[in-house]
């Protein structure tokens, strides 16, 4: 954070600052109603995956609805609750703009953020922050077709409920920080959006957001476990569905993630700091 | 005139659309690494959904009795007849910006026909991506089932996939043509775009008996890759239709082009210019 060091105006005190968050995080939270035919369409889009998936997984579980893998007992019910669960939450966390750097590197409105008396990183953590509760309501709304389409499990019991939430909160503070490293290729390429479309797929995949941890091969399991992607989406919903038997371990797993890609973003964004190019002008 | 030109068109369509197409290719080979990302972008796409379904029958041994070498050939045969129409008409998607924009005005006015100076406005080199993907998950099936590789069925084969692309291609084509009168719709060409992607690459059989009616009957999925996979995997028994429409399934893409083109004659009379 070299340059932002320099900046007179980070002596602003913490009340201030948050003040400006917030009014970062209102202002994108509204951009997102301008976008109101394209949440139609995706909320369409959710609801097909979750019948699919429903679909799928009926006919592939045997026909007493239960199935045991790697010590997990399985039913279908879980199964698609499950599936239900985590494309809703997906799609919620991993917006296909899963940072608002690229856009503003592409048309040079990053020299203004730079600027601005708040710290770069903060504003763009915030600006998503805003846009994703601006997308809340839309995916509250969408939820219940989801469940009618797909279907759902109360939560194996108040502790879990409870849980879960912390657990959501770690997965979401996970998505974000993935989405602003990736975010930060913008300073290296503007031609990203390839890029960000493999990550989008690798991400989901890895995330079990299409296939649970447990119905995966060991190998990709052994590899999934050893990555950040788990966190955001098999983690929450496994602890709701009370699969996990260590559920506190697996949150103190992804608090592990959460300080790891703080730094790793820390280091990256100084490094890209120097390399900043402002378009147009 | 025996090539085909006439007054009010004095260069031959082929030609023009060579020159057009020419064009626009040379401007996208300026930008060569992107169009490789954007590549490698659309063969994770399509990957992923492979990767889903290969687990899954890796778990639980097939999807609706089909192995994962039938399964991944009628994936592969709806992404190919997919990357086919969409390398020719990938600019079918923006109709609606040059409409509002005014570029659309300029068609009118050139000697050659609009549709194909939309088509040839940019060349978009990821839909080779597509298609790729599509022959290789194809024939990766292929080679893990027992096809038949007489000529006769090679030609079914190639027939299906082209049918199928324009199975897609008319959907396609009629609702962009809607254009004209609704300034806006690519909502609509997205959730078509989605029914295809999500549904087409999975065995219908498997779908409650009401979806699989809406599936071939109102978007017609099943005669993009399902109906022809039955017929070359000899699994026409398991339909609730008859052998012979399944067989006949490589016409329907003819058939409802020539409809679409219908659609696309009728519905551009209805073009205002934006003033622009």
């Known amino acids: ?281 | 005139m025996a090539d085909g030109t006439t007054a009010a068109n004095p260069i031959p369509r082929r030609r023009a659309y060579r020159l057009l197409l020419g064009a626009a290719l040379r401007a996208q080979l300026q930008y060569r690494s992107n169009t490789l990302l954007t590549l490698a972008g659309g063969i994770a796409y399509q990957g992923v959904g492979l990767a889903f379904v290969s687990v899954l029958v890796g778990r639980f041994g097939a999807i609706g009795g089909w192995s994962l070498g039938e399964i991944a050939f009628l994936y592969g045969l709806r992404v190919t007849a997919h990357g086919l129409w969409m390398i020719p008409t990938s600019q079918l998607f923006v109709l609606d910006l040059t409409i509002r924009t005014g570029e659309f005005d300029r068609y009118l006015t050139r000697p050659a026909g609009p549709l194909m100076q939309l088509l040839s406005r940019e060349v978009y080199l990821a839909t080779i991506g597509d298609l790729l993907t599509g022959v290789a998950i194809l024939v990766a099936g292929a080679s893990q089932v027992d096809l038949d590789t007489s000529p006769g069925a090679l030609l079914y084969l190639a027939l299906a996939v082209v049918g199928g692309a324009l199975v897609e291609g008319s959907l396609q084509l009629a609702a962009a043509s809607l254009s004209f009168r609704m300034l806006s719709n690519q909502s609509l060409r997205l959730f078509i775009d989605g029914i295809m992607n999500n549904f087409g690459g999975y065995p219908l059989k498997i779908f409650p008996s009401v979806t699989r009616i809406v599936l071939t009957f109102v978007v017609p999925v099943a005669f993009v890759a399902y109906l022809p996979a039955n017929v070359l995997l000899h699994r026409t028994g398991e339909l609730a239709l008859a052998p012979w429409v399944a067989w006949c399934a490589p016409l329907a893409g003819p058939l409802l082009i020539a409809l679409a083109y219908l659609v696309w004659r009728t519905q551009i009379r209805h073009y205002q210019s934006s003033g622009t």
């Open chain 1, 1 to 281: 954070m070299t340059l932002d060091a320099t900046l007179p105006a980070q002596r602003l005190d913490l009340g201030r600052r948050l003040r400006a968050y917030a009014g970062i995080a209102r202002v994108l939270s509204r951009t997102v109603m301008a976008y109101r035919s394209n949440f139609l369409v995706g909320s369409l889009g959710l609801l097909m995956q979750v019948f699919l998936l429903r679909v799928v997984w009926t006919s592939v579980f045997p026909s007493d609805g239960r199935t045991t893998t790697g010590g997990h007992a399985v039913t279908l019910g879980a199964q698609i609750a499950y599936s239900t669960l985590a494309t809703v939450q997906f799609s919620l966390f991993s917006p296909w703009q899963v940072s608002m750097v690229p856009q503003r590197v592409r048309d040079g409105t990053v020299a203004v953020d730079l600027a601005r008396p708040v710290g770069f990183n903060g504003q763009m953590f915030f600006g998503q922050v805003g846009f994703t509760l601006g997308n809340a309501p839309f995916a509250l709304l969408a939820l219940p077709f989801a469940i009618l389409v797909g279907g759902a499990q109360p939560p194996s019991s108040a502790g879990t409920a409870g849980l879960y939430a912390l657990s959501l909160l770690g997965g979401y503070l996970i998505s974000l920080l993935l989405g602003s490293l990736m975010g930060m290729v913008a300073f290296w390429t503007l031609e990203i959006q390839g890029i960000l479309m493999v990550y989008r797929m690798l991400s989901q995949f890895l995330a079990g957001a299409l296939v649970p941890l447990w119905f995966m091969p060991g190998w990709l399991r052994g590899i999934s476990q050893w990555l950040p992607f788990q966190g955001t989406t098999y983690t929450p919903i496994a602890v709701y569905l009370g699969q996990l038997g260590g559920a506190l371990r697996a949150i103190g797993v992804q608090a592990v993630w959460v300080l790891v890609l703080w730094l790793l973003l820390r280091l990256v964004w100084s490094r890209a700091l120097r390399r900043v190019t402002v378009q147009g002008g």
